[in-house]
Nanobody, 115 residues
Framework: QVQLVESGGGLVQPGGSLKLSCAAS????????MGWYRQAPGKQRELVAV???????NTADSVKGRFTISRDNANNTVFLQMNSLKPEDTAVYYC?????????WGQGTQITVSS
């Protein structure tokens, strides 16, 4: 089992920045990919960015150049730095980890971009 604790969500004005964190605990030695997904009202959950144990990343086109994913392997934590936020970035953001034993999701954190 892997437990995930997210932090860093909130309300921000367009053009602003936020940083999300997700700390994993439990059987963390089984984790090989960590990342973030989001789900806006009335839409399907979509990939934002993921990062492997070796630091390889995959980032959605809609956030490339604005969002940066990073990872602290020593502390089993993944970060999402979000800059130049737009109203269309408003969504619940979910931490996701893939392990040899399955996939785990965080509880979700709300990001609202509004003036």
């Amino acid at each position: 089992q892997v437990q995930l604790v997210e932090s860093g969500g909130g309300l921000v004005q367009p053009g602003g920045s936020l940083k999300l964190s997700c700390a994993a605990s439990g059987r963390t030695f089984t984790i090989y990919v960590m990342g973030w997904y989001r789900q806006a009202p009335g839409k399907q959950r979509e990939l934002v960015a993921v990062i492997s144990n070796l630091g390889m990343t995959n980032t959605a086109d809609s956030v490339k150049g604005r969002f940066t994913i990073s990872r602290d392997n020593a502390n089993n934590t993944v970060f999402l730095q979000m800059n130049s936020l737009k109203p269309e970035d408003t969504a619940v953001y979910y931490c996701n980890v893939r392990t040899s034993g399955g996939t785990y999701w965080g509880q979700g954190t709300q990001i609202t971009v509004s003036s």
